[in-house]
């Protein structure tokens, strides 16, 4: 499993960004996806996450701002950004049982986005 982000950059707080990842060596229907990000000095947070059966879950922060989806590519639409959403973004993948998502093993290398006030 391969998990490439992109779609990072630097956007002035109220911007909008779209986050995009692609998945190699795995059928996305048997797996739950998400997007999590690690400002520096903070440990890692959950953003959001798209489960196998479709039920997505959002941190307290993002809920109405950010939207995760799929297709063939996973992504996360991100609007009225706001400098503490400044942070690496990292694409995961956890294994679906059928009743839920095991652990996110599978990590992207990071897309890194900067919010200026």
């Known amino acids: 499993v391969q998990l490439v982000e992109s779609g990072g950059g630097s956007v002035q707080a109220g911007g909008s960004l779209r986050l995009s990842c692609s998945a190699s060596g795995y059928i996305y229907n048997d797996y739950c996806m998400g997007w999590f990000r690690q400002a520096p000095g903070k440990e890692r947070e959950e953003v959001a996450t798209l489960d196998a059966v479709h039920r997505t879950r959002y941190a307290d922060s993002m809920k109405g701002r950010f939207v995760i989806s799929k297709d063939s590519t996973l992504f996360l639409e991100m609007h009225s950004l706001k400098p503490e959403d400044t942070a690496m973004y990292y694409c995961?993948?956890?294994?679906?049982?059928?009743?839920?998502?095991?652990?996110?093993?599978?990590w992207g290398q990071g897309t890194q986005v900067t919010v200026s006030a």
């Open positions: 995961a993948a956890a294994v679906w049982d059928g009743y839920g998502c095991s652990e996110y093993v599978y």
